[in-house]
C-alpha cells in the first residue's frame, strides 16, 4: 500500500512461523509481527504472487470482502507489491518472468508481495474438543458462503492451513490469494497451466479431470468435508 503521499509501516519479526518445504512454489512466509507504528502484534505474509490476467491481489480481495461484511475473515492491516530500491523509479516491483516454451515447460510470472493481517489465530490441528472443530469448520463454511454469495468470489484453496481458530474460538478462513472472482469475462477457463489447490483437499472431479474440467462452487465444498476427514483420521 506505498504510495506517493504515504509513510511506509515498519515492522519487526524473528524467523517464520510458516516456511515452504519444497523447492518450487510461490515462497511463502510467514511471521508474527510487531508493528512499530501500533505497538501490536500482526502476521505478516511474505510471498511471490501470480502476476496473470484473472488473479487478483490478495489485498484487493479482502478489501471487497470486508466492504460487503463477509464474516469469519481475517482483518486486513496492509497489503501490496514490494518496492524496487535499486530501480531508478522508487516504486518499481520486483518482478520474476521467464520465457516460455511449449515443449520444455511454462514458468508463470510473479511479483514479490506482502499483506498484513491484524486478526492472529491458531492452526486448525489445536482444536480443544470434535465439537470445536466441527465448528471452526462450519464458520469457514459460513465465510466460504458469504463471500460467494455477496461478491462472487470462490476461494478455490480450502485447506486445513487455510482454516485457522481465532481467539474468541471461531473460525477464521484465510488466503485468498488463489481465488477467483467469478463474473470475470471467461471465468470458465483455466486461468494457470497447473491446477489451483492443495492436493489433499482437491474434490474428486477435479482430480480426475485436472485440465478440462472448471473449478465449481461444489469443489470447496467437498474440500471442506476432506478437511474435516483428515483432521479426524490424523488427530
Known amino acids: 500500500d506505498l504510495t506517493h503521499d504515504e509513510e511506509p509501516r ?6 517464520a512461523n510458516w516456511a515452504p518445504n519444497v523447492l518450487v512454489g510461490r515462497a511463502t512466509f510467514g511471521y508474527l509481527a510487531y508493528d512499530l507504528t501500533t505497538g501490536g502484534l ?6 511471490w504472487r501470480l502476476d496473470l490476467p484473472g488473479i487478483q491481489k490478495e489485498g484487493d480481495i479482502y478489501r471487497e470482502l470486508e466492504g460487503k461484511n463477509v464474516s469469519n ?3 486486513l ?9 535499486r530501480s531508478e523509479d522508487p516504486y518499481a516491483r520486483f518482478c520474476q518472468r521467464s520465457r516460455s516454451s511449449p515443449v520444455v515447460f511454462i514458468v508463470e510470472p510473479y511479483v514479490h508481495y506482502r499483506l498484513v493481517l491484524n486478526t492472529l489465530g491458531k492452526p486448525l490441528n489445536q482444536f480443544n474438543s470434535t465439537r470445536q472443530l466441527c465448528e471452526v469448520i462450519r464458520d469457514a463454511v459460513i465465510a466460504h458462503g ?8 470462490l476461494h478455490h484453496d480450502v485447506s486445513a492451513c487455510n482454516i485457522l481458530i481465532g481467539d474468541d474460538g471461531k473460525g477464521i478462513l484465510i488466503d485468498w490469494d488463489l481465488s477467483k472472482k467469478l463474473s470475470m469475462e471467461g471465468e470458465g477457463r483455466p486461468r494457470r497451466a497447473t ?15 485436472p485440465t478440462s474440467r472448471p473449478h465449481e462452487l461444489q469443489d470447496d465444498l467437498e474440500s471442506f468435508f476432506w478437511v474435516l476427514l483428515y483432521q479426524i483420521v490424523q488427530y
Open 146 to 153: 458469504e463471500a460467494y454469495g455477496k461478491t462472487g468470489i
Open 42 to 47: 500482526v502476521y505478516l505474509k511474505d510471498f
Open 10 to 15: 515498519y515492522y519487526v519479526a524473528s524467523r
Open 73 to 75: 475473515i481475517a482483518k
Open 195 to 209: 491446477r489451483t489447490g492443495t492436493w489433499q483437499f482437491i474434490s474428486m472431479g477435479l482430480l480426475m479431470n
Open 77 to 85: 492491516g496492509r497489503a501490496g507489491d514490494t518496492v524496487n530500491e
